[in-house]
């Protein structure tokens, strides 16, 4: 199993942040460093363009793959992205990966007036966003006559090269995990406890069998919000870093915070307890977890993450 990182791109994170919190994961040996697309969720704080910040991963990094954990197919038209997406990949050597998603955070639209329609159309403009976005990598010129977008004769130039891996994010069992069998290189779910994950599985074989495709070629990976640390110290930090980021109630202990995450499926506690998940996501087929980075400021976990979890798990 491979460790990577998480960024919520949202959180204050700045540019001189973003640069360290890079350098840090390619000296520390992380394969990914995957960040947030939005432009806020919850209190509106400093928030780096995701497609932006990409460049940068680019140019600043040599062996890392990165992308989005998840674009929303509401925000930009699907020419630009997948025309950022086709430059960021030849810009990088190779190493970007497209997550894409429906959307979920209608608060961040109607805030900077962004259409946010009913979940069946934003489900119908991701799969015709998938398709648009593949005929533009490989034909040239490109036709697509949709009911939401159109091509007439595009040819994108420069094309990628190779085409980069689309990723689908989500576990809903009727749409999203129907478009991963259908479309996706990577699917990617979001805080799972084994139990739940399986479920999942078992749901996606059965929309592969539907559509014919053999399980086996999509790669799996999961994005976890982890509350860990190496000592009691690190780990009761960690809770009240999430537990403000989540809106704890007032006078909720660290402890019951703690049981509550573990009770919604999130990694918690030490090293034990992290290494006994992650074996359990790695025998059903979990390649890549993704661990949440949510102190910029410090590289107390990253760095632990390093030198404590991934030689643990590497051989799993």
């Not at 159109?150 to 749409?175: N, V, W």
């Not at 996501?281 to 030198?307: C, K, N, R, T």
Request: charged share 25%; hydrophobic share 40%.
């Amino acid at each position: 199993m491979r460790i990577g990182l998480m960024i919520e791109g949202q959180n204050g994170l700045t540019w001189e942040r973003w640069s360290h919190i890079l350098a840090l994961a390619e000296r520390l040996g992380f394969p990914t460093v995957f960040r947030s697309d939005h432009f806020f969720i919850g209190p509106q704080r400093d928030s780096l363009e995701a497609y932006l910040s990409f460049v940068v991963a680019a140019k600043e990094t040599r062996s890392i793959r990165f992308g989005p954990l998840v674009t929303p197919v509401t925000f930009r038209h699907p020419v630009n992205v997948a025309r950022m997406a086709a430059q960021i990949q030849l810009l990088s050597g190779g190493r970007f990966v497209l997550g894409l998603g429906a959307g979920w955070n209608e608060a961040e639209h109607r805030a900077h007036g962004i259409p946010f329609p009913p979940i069946r159309e934003r489900f119908e403009r991701l799969e015709e966003a998938i398709r648009l976005t593949k005929s533009l990598w490989t034909e040239s010129p490109a036709n697509f006559d949709g009911k939401y977008y159109r091509l007439e004769g595009a040819d994108l130039r420069p094309k990628p090269e190779p085409e980069p891996p689309i990723l689908i994010g989500g576990s809903g069992e009727r749409r999203t995990l129907r478009l991963v069998a259908l479309y996706a290189d990577e699917w990617n779910a979001v805080n799972l406890s084994p139990e739940a994950y399986r479920a999942k599985v078992e749901v996606l074989e059965r929309h592969c069998e539907a559509v014919g495709r053999d399980p086996a070629g999509i790669r799996r990976s999961m994005m976890a919000f982890a509350i860990i640390g190496p000592d009691q110290r690190a780990l009761d930090h960690a809770t009240r870093t999430i537990m403000t980021m989540f809106g704890a109630p007032p006078g909720m202990s660290l402890e019951d915070f703690r049981n509550a995450a573990r009770a919604r499926g999130l990694i918690v506690g030490g090293t034990g307890e992290v290494i006994d998940r992650l074996g359990r996501l790695a025998e059903l087929g979990v390649e890549e977890v993704q661990l949440q980075h949510f102190d910029f400021d410090s590289d107390e976990v990253p760095e632990y993450i390093a030198s404590e979890i991934v030689p643990a798990v590497r051989d799993l």
